[in-house]
């Protein structure tokens, strides 16, 4: 007799009508559909020929020497001379740049823009005194008169620029408290000196308006 026995089932009246087996678990489960997996599509990868190099690769001492070439170049003397020139005159720019963007200068110019004053016409008035001095020099006495007048330009010229000055100070109190006076004065001076169409940097501002 094996280990296993079929079970028999009975019917009512009592009489074994049909046998089943018993199966392990495992096996009365029912397997699943194996699932098919497609196979990727096959990507086609294209290398791009690299072109021949036209020189050779430089060592590592000769891209040195090229990049202090680039860095400092070899220049014949008057080459390094107007080099040398051209960045002075670089930082003679930025510097004055620097400076003439300051807030108590701008408002400096601004100030003398929009006025008139004595002083603009200084130059135009030498030169017609000069003119008249010369024309009159046989006449001692009326030369003398009109270099005279010179002073006397002159002499208004220092008035009304003093007079500029103070008021401008005021100005200058109540708009920028900390900002120091020191060259302003001339700077204003000169810049009132020059004719209004030749003043650099040129004016922003009309005669007449407010600062």
Same mark, same amino acid.
């Given at each position: 007799m094996g280990l296993f026995r079929p079970y028999e089932r009975k019917t009512d009246d009592g009489s074994k009508t049909e046998r089943t087996?018993?199966?392990p678990e495992a096996k009365a489960k029912a397997k699943t559909a194996t699932k098919t997996v497609e196979a990727p599509e096959k990507v086609k990868v294209t290398r791009r020929a690299h072109a021949p190099k036209s020189e050779p690769t430089m060592t590592r001492k000769q891209a040195e020497a090229a990049r202090m070439e680039r860095l400092h170049p070899n220049l014949s003397p008057a080459e390094q001379r107007k080099a040398d020139r051209a960045a002075r005159a670089k930082a003679r720019m930025e510097a004055w740049d620097k400076v003439e963007a300051s807030p108590e200068r701008v408002l400096a110019r601004d100030f003398i823009d929009t006025r008139w004053t004595v002083t603009e016409f200084m130059l135009p008035a030498m030169l017609v005194i000069m003119a @008249?001095?010369?024309a009159t020099i046989n006449n001692i006495r009326l030369s003398t008169y009109i @270099?005279?007048? $010179?002073w006397v330009v002159l002499i208004m010229s220092f008035i009304n620029t003093w007079i500029i000055w103070r008021s401008f100070k005021r100005l200058l109190?109540?708009?920028h408290p900390n900002a120091g006076t020191r060259g302003l $004065?001339?700077?204003m001076y000169n810049r009132a000196l020059m004719i209004r169409r030749f003043?650099?940097?040129a004016p922003r501002i009309n005669r007449g308006e407010a600062v």
């Open positions: 087996r018993l199966v @008249g001095t010369m @270099g005279l007048l $010179l109190a109540q708009r $004065l001339m700077y003043r650099r940097p």
